[in-house]
C-alpha cells in the first residue's frame, strides 16, 4: 500500500500569512493527488485535485503543486475561514490512502 | 444538485454486523465510482472501500478486508457497506463519497456521514 505523510501535523499562522503543507508519498503516484479541507463537524471538501488543478468554486489563493512523491498545498494569503484540517489523498492505486491531516490554527 | 445519505449506523456489539446505506441523487448514478470513508473520533481520514459505476471491480483497506462488502444498486441509486465481525476499531462517522469521474478518482461529492460504535 502506498503511505502518504503529511508535514506538519499543526500549523500555527495568522490571517494573511503565506502558508505551505507538504505530502509525500512511499512511491510514485505520478499527479494522481487530491488535497480536501475539513472544518469540524463536517465532510471534506475538494480543493485541488491532479496536483494542481483548482476544484470549482475555490479560492485562487489555494495552489498545489509537486509530481512523483513530492506535492505541496499553498494558502497565499490565510483568510479567517481557511484555518481548518487538511488532508492529501493518492487516487493513484487502490487502496487510497489520506495523508494523516495538518491542522492549521491561528496563531 | 447532487446528494447523498447515509443510514444504517448506530451501535453494535464486538464481532456483531451493520449494513449502511447511501442514497444518491442528482447525478447518473450508474456512471460514476462510490466510496466509503471513515474517520474514528478525533482522527484523521481512512479510505474504507469503492466501488465501480459497473459494480464488478470493488476495492477494500486492508484493515477491513474479509469483514466487510460493498456493493451497489444502479436501479435504486444506492450504495452499501455490509460490515461483519466488527471491532471496536471499526467505532467511526462513515461518510458516503462519491467519485469525480467513473472509475480512480478523487472525491467530488460527500454524505453527512453516520455514526458507527462498537461496544459491549
Known amino acids: 500500500d502506498i503511505q502518504m505523510t503529511q508535514s506538519p501535523s499543526t500549523l500555527s499562522a495568522s490571517v494573511g500569512d503565506r502558508v505551505t503543507i507538504t505530502c509525500r508519498a512511499s512511491q510514485s503516484i505520478s499527479n494522481w493527488l487530491a488535497w480536501y479541507q475539513q472544518k469540524p463537524g463536517k465532510a471534506p471538501k475538494v480543493l485541488i485535485y491532479k496536483a494542481s488543478s483548482l476544484e470549482g468554486g475555490v479560492p485562487s489563493r489555494f495552489s498545489g503543486s509537486g509530481s512523483g512523491t513530492e506535492f505541496t498545498l499553498t494558502i497565499s494569503s490565510l483568510q479567517p475561514d481557511d484555518f481548518a484540517t487538511y488532508y492529501c489523498?493518492?487516487?493513484?492505486?487502490?487502496?487510497?490512502?489520506f495523508g494523516q491531516g495538518t491542522k492549521l490554527e491561528i496563531k | 444538485e447532487v446528494q447523498l445519505l447515509e443510514s444504517g449506523g448506530g451501535l453494535v456489539q464486538p464481532g456483531g454486523s451493520l449494513r449502511l446505506s447511501c442514497a444518491a441523487s442528482g447525478f447518473t448514478f450508474s456512471t460514476y465510482g462510490m466510496n466509503w470513508v471513515r474517520q474514528a473520533p478525533g482522527k484523521g481520514l481512512e479510505w474504507v472501500s469503492g466501488i465501480y459505476g459497473g459494480g464488478v471491480s470493488t476495492y477494500y483497506a486492508d484493515s477491513v478486508k474479509g469483514r466487510f462488502t460493498i456493493s451497489r444498486d444502479n436501479s435504486k441509486n444506492t450504495v452499501s457497506l455490509q460490515m461483519n465481525s466488527l471491532r471496536a476499531e471499526d467505532t467511526a462517522v462513515y461518510f458516503c463519497?462519491?467519485?469525480?469521474?467513473?472509475?480512480?478518482?478523487?472525491?467530488?461529492?460527500w454524505g453527512q456521514g453516520t455514526l458507527v460504535t462498537v461496544s459491549s
Open positions: 489523498q493518492q487516487y493513484n492505486s487502490y487502496p487510497y490512502t
Open positions: 463519497a462519491k467519485d469525480a469521474y467513473s472509475s480512480a478518482s478523487f472525491v467530488d461529492y
